[in-house]
């Protein structure tokens, strides 16, 4: 497995946080690892103070890139200023998006991507929100035929959304890998109660990420399997 995209059961519940730890994770243990955001809305100006804590900005600064005009483009191709769905983003911009056009870049990063290197995509919004006038991020997912793993929240409600977008997945046959509940501010239970909810009927491994927590190094391993050592040649 050499790439994963980082689906999102809702809007604003942590798969940023959920990339970025992640990718942390991925580089600690010496493994390379592209994180990409292609489609960003409410990403201002790179130089602009508010960028750091853009998604962008966020991926960046785990992958321990400094914020250039090349950084930037390589990681977000697509980056709109305002928080809207990335339809109605790019419309206020007098600009347009084509899903072929987002799913061929995609394909050429994992496709260029050094050997050995680990490649995350982060989607946009929920499984469902709008990314053209017509296709949604479950049209992403289902072109680029990768392995899920689904963001949820803690917050109240979080458990029948992860489980609604669960759903969705497996009736249109997309792998899911695994379910990372990102804890929210302010939900009335602890992420723990939620993931073992969420884990009873979901069907896949749930794993668990507290606000400002390492990235659970199981989650790493099921995401990107390390490679067992190669026996010595003794043909010779």
Known sequence: MRALFVAGAGTEIGKTYVTA?????????????????????????????DFADSDTGRLLAAQGLAVTDGAVAACSPWRFEAPLAPDLAAAREGRSLAMADLVAWCEARIASAEPGTHVLIEGVGGLMSPITAGETGLDWVKALHLPVLLVS???????????????????????LLAVAVSESAGAPVPPETVAEAIGRRAGAPVFCLHRGADCPEAL?????????????????
């Open 220 to 236: 790493a391993a099921l995401a990107f399997p390390a490679e067992p050592p190669r026996s010595p040649d003794t043909s010779a």
């Open 21 to 49: 730890a992640l990718t942390r994770r991925l580089r600690a243990a010496g493994r390379p690892v592209r994180a990409l955001k292609p489609l960003a809305s409410g990403v201002p100006p790179h130089d602009h103070p």
């Open 153 to 175: 929240g803690s917050y109240l409600g979080a458990i029948s959304h992860a489980l609604t977008a669960v759903e969705t997945l497996r009736a249109h046959a997309c792998p």
